[in-house]
């Protein structure tokens, strides 16, 4: 993340000024760079959608542009599930628009592993889990890129690599590589406690597959794989993912018909 922020910031000036590289070239140098630093974007995008907005629709008893607010509460969260369609009101151009712009990123993998359902589905729950997990280590990454300027890489073959990363205290946080760092951690942990309680009060079941994800992230950076528990809990953000298409899906019909 900080190695793509420092070079995209030092040199893709001149490498977008020089004549000798053609504009198709330049632009693809630069969408692949910035696909790396949506993390920072993404996760403020987050918390004015999860904290910021519903206050402002809640006080203002204004409606937003995909979901009413302020949402239902007067049903539980599982009545509320099964009668998603009470709390949206846009039909299947939108839905399908939302599809693609979720599954885009992985028709290359679809198209490969199609032939074995059980291959695409691990690929695709350690994919999702993976996005998930790493927006909040990300945007702190980037985050500390703009506060010193610098791009910071461990020395490759340091120490022992057959031993596991352990967690570091919080010195050097700014100077040194961070990922493991018990305040990194910690920040991680309690955002994924954030969205899943934003998720369960405000019966937005968008955020918790992002909760739960972020919540085990730790968790598996410690234990890794060696757990049964978490190689089965990887698969959950993507099963809650579905779960929450599928339901929706069977009620935009209704929703269409009525306006």
Known sequence: ??????CLAKFFPYFCQSKHIPWI???????????LLLAL????????????????????????????????VDKTPLRLLL???????????????????????????IIDYWRTPGTLFRYLASYIFSFFSLQVVSAI????????????????????????????????????????????????????????????IQQNFWFIPLGTALSLSPFLFEWNLNSKLLRYAVFAPLAMVLAILYFISKQLPTIYKTG
Not at 1 to 6: D, I, K, S
Not at 25 to 33: F, N, R
Not at 96 to 109: E, G, V
Request: glycine letters at 8%; a neutral charge.
């Open 1 to 6: 993340m900080r190695g793509t922020a420092e």
């Open 25 to 35: 070239e330049k632009i693809d140098v630069l969408l692949s760079a910035l696909s």
């Open 41 to 72: 974007p993404f996760v403020i995008l987050l918390i004015l959608t999860g904290l910021f907005l519903p206050l402002f629709f809640t006080h203002f008893q204004f409606q937003g542009p995909m979901i009413r607010m302020p949402v239902l």
């Open 83 to 109: 009668e998603i369609g009470s709390n949206l009101f846009w039909g299947w151009d939108v839905f399908w628009l939302m599809l693609a712009t979720i599954f885009a990123p992985l028709l290359a993998p």
């Open 141 to 200: 990454h980037l985050i500390v890129f703009l506060l010193t300027g610098r791009a910071v890489f461990p020395v490759t073959g340091e120490g022992d690599s057959t031993q596991r990363p352990k967690f570091q205290k919080g010195k050097g946080i700014f100077l040194h590589p961070h990922a493991n760092n018990r305040l990194v951690f910690l920040t991680e942990a309690l955002m994924g406690i954030i969205f899943l309680y934003i998720g369960s």
